[in-house]
């Protein structure tokens, strides 16, 4: 199967799966579920929840057998544009092609949507659906919770709006914009992979050669989410573009010029390969979703 | 010991455990982790993290091994303030006597912190730390998932801003009140008594005994807040009061009256009362909390 039709089948999957576990809700609000489903459902790449599923596949375990953890990790993703694209935030009134949450109902709804998602991420997890073993449930919630946290996703969000807010610092270095991707977008893929390993019942250097190859594919993501913004056709993207140049922001391409961000794209998709080379074949939808990254136009 | 002092002391308890808590997590940015701290330290009545404590002593936990909870318990408290006294919320600048942490920081900021102190909770919760048994910390993060989610807290707000800022339902019933605060408030206080039980490894009539005394513990806390806006002095309750009335809110005392509401309080601890009979004097603590709901003046 072509490597696009996997992407497809995913996403045809997680949306099934999103849709199902956001029609489980009927006792909240309506205006709040009619929130959560326009942050969750009808689009977006579903590249963690296929994460997931490619490194649990890694060891054998049914794409059902992930379904917990993938969805989990889509919501927490969707939580996190949500919160992003505020007027406090981004102020993005676009994203895949759509109003953002915040435009399509207001402020408030939009917080809570996204309060509501990542709450419910951990819920999903907590329950005996994610996994029948205790064990594997508490370390999916811990890890997702470590990499979503202060320490991750949320504090990388805090030193992007820190550069761009306040200035700071004032001559960002590629030592600051590795943390801060590393924080903001690489943690969350990292984990994509770490749960898939925990559901695996990976060994520990299993589960740390998956984490390695996490973290260069979040590298890899954000470089490629750089050079589509600096090159991008908005209407191929579906989301503004040469928004972050115009808003300063410290991008790998005004870091490193075009040429430059594509050959560190290219060593970085190398790495990622490098890393999960221990796996063989059971890893090759893995390799070509690290090749995908360098070519992808959206 | 009289009730008061026993406050006093899971106060200190908490505020230790959420400074420690706070402490361990240097990777995560300063200024997150300072509106994190302003957020959460220095105040507060801790009521729901005493529940934690109190609860699980019914089973004879002693408070150190409740930790967890307790502490996860008052970090999405905390995050609830935050996220509520936003500009596109309920816009308050002043909480426990000291500036919001939007006034005191700015709005992308309090956000990230709201949603940085919710995660925390679960990470604390699914630490092995919070209990040895990991199905002891599933089932604390699937309670806690619940309580403050879609259907529990957070829904509870999104009613209350409908009613506040969309006008809807036009004439709320006591009965819309009702939901609105059992979600809004009762169901976090529910689930620190759930949490306890939890802990105490309690039997399902025990679980749900303790869930009935914490849902109607908080309604009598919402009853004695509704009256405490329409009656307190802002010097000593620490905040804005008769906020409510100018808001429009549909607080009982709106509802019922100042009479009305004062009855309505008296007899919902006794129904709290009532609850826990079954635990004798092994719940002595939590018939002295019931009690004091009815007298506070802050």
């Excluded at 544009?81 to 402020?107: S, Y």
């Excluded at 820190?162 to 004032?170: D, H, I, V």
């Excluded at 209407?235 to 410290?250: L, S, T």
Aim: charged content about 25%.
């Amino acid at each position: 199967m072509p490597f696009n039709d996997k992407i497809a089948e995913a996403e045809r999957r997680v949306e099934r799966w999103l849709t199902a576990e956001l029609a489980r809700h009927s006792a909240a609000p309506e205006r709040l579920l009619a929130a959560m489903r326009h942050a969750s459902l009808g689009g977006g790449k579903r590249f963690r929840p296929f994460l997931v599923i490619a490194c649990a596949g890694v060891f054998g375990v049914a794409p059902e057998a992930a379904r917990g953890a993938a969805v989990a990790l889509e919501l927490v993703h969707g939580y996190s544009l949500v919160h992003d694209d505020l007027p406090a935030m981004d102020n993005d009134a676009l994203r895949r092609g759509q109003p953002t949450v915040w435009k399509a109902f207001d402020e408030w709804t939009a917080i809570l949507a996204g309060d509501a998602l990542l709450t419910l991420a951990f819920e999903v997890l907590a329950d005996p659906a994610a996994a029948p073993d205790p064990n594997v449930r508490t370390a999916l919630v811990l890890a997702l919770a470590r990499a979503a946290g202060a320490a991750g996703m949320v504090g990388g969000q805090c030193l992007d709006l820190e550069a761009e807010k306040l200035g700071t610092p004032a001559r960002p270095t590629v030592g600051h914009i590795a943390r801060l991707q590393a924080m903001k977008t690489g943690a969350l893929i990292a984990c994509a992979c770490e749960c898939g390993a925990i559901l695996g019942r990976a060994d520990k250097g299993q589960r740390m050669a998956l984490e390695r190859y996490g973290k260069t594919l979040g590298l890899a993501f954000q470089i490629s989410d750089d050079l589509l913004d600096a090159q991008g056709d908005a209407a191929v993207v579906g989301k503004a573009v040469a928004k972050d140049a115009a808003a300063g922001k410290a991008t790998w391409v005004a870091l490193l010029g075009i040429d430059g961000a594509r050959r560190k794209l290219v060593e970085t998709e190398a790495e990622a390969i490098a890393a999960i080379a221990q796996f063989g074949a059971a890893a090759a939808v893995l390799e070509e979703a690290a090749r995908f990254l360098s070519r992808r136009e959206k």
